[in-house]
């Protein structure tokens, strides 16, 4: 795991010990003393829940003076986790100047330009002298509150999910992606493509589809052969095709799995993408990309279909902000029942979460072809889902909750899922934003409303 993905975290506890009297919340050192433990425990617990975030060691700040000689390891941060116990000073205090009601403790850590989270508790007893003064900085720079200011109390979950959603974005800024062939000039083409780098911060390697021809033509049949039986044997069935053809096309299937994996390898990168409907399943001839974004999906890595860039963006929020692989699909609105029917020809199996039991799936062949190999992933009904539906400019993303109804086996592509959604789907028949939508397992709008505040794009809920 390489530096650059790891999200390093400045704690500081700010005690500014400047009152005259006895301080808001803790009475005596012992009760200061025994919050500090406190804290500690918590932040133990969000480190071994996090394992990209680098927690610092506390940092008490008692003044200003304790900022200044700590401002090298300040700077190493990439944002700062402050537990604003006793801030400022009021005016009966004895210090040599007096400033804003937030004291100058956090005005010297803001300035560090870094992203802050502030963390106050008002809970029974434990009434934190810095409810009053972290509100005076909130009104100062409220233009930016969710984008690089939070203030949290009492939720460590709520903390958790900010943690864990600017370590998403900073995973994200570290994406490497191939694309073979251009993006799909019918899914955005070069403007997505160009949105999602500026906005995601992504870096893309394009490949004609030649290339990935000759990669695929050196991988041998006995390379990957228990591979592919690993896969029909852990299957429920076949459908629509017979065993001995389902081998022949899962072993094509496989060797491409491996040219992809292989070159992703030299690239270093995350992402592979294929521009199937443009040039790539016709150049590619025998085989379909359907089971290796399938099989890399599973793995933590993202396998995008048609190289679409708007759904590309919102699997990478799916992946990194839940741990889960997500169901790039077509969609088709099914008004008078308000549900959403997604299907598409691949689909992880790993839906739960990347070290969770993967769901039950048929192998079959990816629909339109009737050839390769691909799965029929049956989804668990009675699911929570969340969905993700963006634009081609990346601008907005339109966020559905809903519940698996049923994976049902319909003439269309072969992974599917009718989800009833909450909210009405004619909303769609005046404004359908994108092509492909992206559906995870979980309720995740909260979080997903965090990355695009912080991303610069517009979340719309629908309820």
């Known amino acids: 795991m390489t530096s650059s993905r790891i999200l390093k975290i400045g704690c500081v506890l700010i005690v500014e010990d400047t009152v005259a009297g006895r301080r808001w919340g803790f009475p005596s050192d012992e009760t200061l003393e025994e919050e500090i433990e406190y804290l500690k425990s918590n932040v133990k617990k969000l480190r071994e829940s996090l394992k990209e975030a680098e927690f610092g060691d506390f940092i008490v700040v008692k003044s200003e003076s304790d900022v200044l000689a700590r401002s090298e390891k300040l700077m190493d941060a990439d944002i700062l986790l402050v537990f604003m116990l006793i801030g400022g000073a009021p005016a009966y205090a004895e210090v040599g100047k007096l400033y804003k009601g937030y004291g100058h403790s956090l005005e010297a850590l803001w300035g560090f330009g870094k992203p802050m989270v502030i963390f106050i508790r008002a809970e029974e007893e434990h009434v934190y002298d810095g409810n009053l003064r972290a509100l005076a900085l909130v009104e100062e720079h409220r233009d930016i509150i969710g984008k690089s200011l939070w203030v949290v109390i009492n939720d460590w979950g709520y903390l958790r999910k900010v943690i864990k959603v600017l370590q998403a974005i900073r995973r994200i800024k570290n994406v490497t992606v191939i694309t073979v062939g251009p993006p799909s000039s019918a899914l955005g083409s070069y403007n997505t493509m160009r949105a999602a780098v500026k906005k995601m911060g992504i870096k893309v390697i394009m490949l004609p589809f030649e290339e990935i021809i000759e990669l695929y033509k050196r991988v041998k049949k006995e390379e990957v052969e228990e591979l592919a039986k690993d896969f029909l044997e852990k299957a429920k069935g076949l459908i629509e095709i017979t065993k001995e053809r389902a081998m022949d096309e899962a072993v094509k299937s496989a060797r491409l799995y491996l040219a992809f994996k292989r070159l992703m390898k030299e690239k270093g990168a995350e992402v592979m993408a294929v521009n199937c409907y443009e040039g790539g399943l016709k150049t590619l001839k025998e085989v ?15 396998g995008v279909c048609e190289s679409d860039f708007a759904a590309m963006a919102a699997m990478l929020l799916a992946r990194y902000i839940t741990d889960k692989p997500s169901f790039l699909a077509d969609i088709v609105v099914i008004p008078e029942k308000n549900q959403l029917l997604l299907a598409h020809c691949t689909c992880p199996t790993k839906l739960k979460g990347l070290k969770e039991e993967p769901e039950p799936y048929y192998a079959t062949t990816q629909y339109e072809t009737a050839q390769a190999i691909t799965t029929k992933v049956l989804m668990n009904k009675g699911q929570v889902v969340t969905i993700l539906a963006p634009s081609f400019d990346l601008n907005e993303i339109v966020l559905v909750k809903g519940v698996i109804v049923e994976s049902p086996n319909l003439p269309v592509c072969r992974n599917q899922a ?32 965090m990355a695009c505040k912080i991303l610069g794009i517009k979340a719309t809920e629908l309820r």
Do not use: Q
């Open 288 to 302: 379909a990309p359907c089971f290796a974004f399938s099989k890399l999906n599973d793995e933590g890595f993202l």
């Open 418 to 449: 009718i989800v009833k959604v909450s909210a009405n789907v004619t909303y769609f028949l005046e404004k359908y934003p994108g092509f492909h939508w992206v559906m995870v397992y979980g309720d995740h709008i909260e979080e997903f409303k």
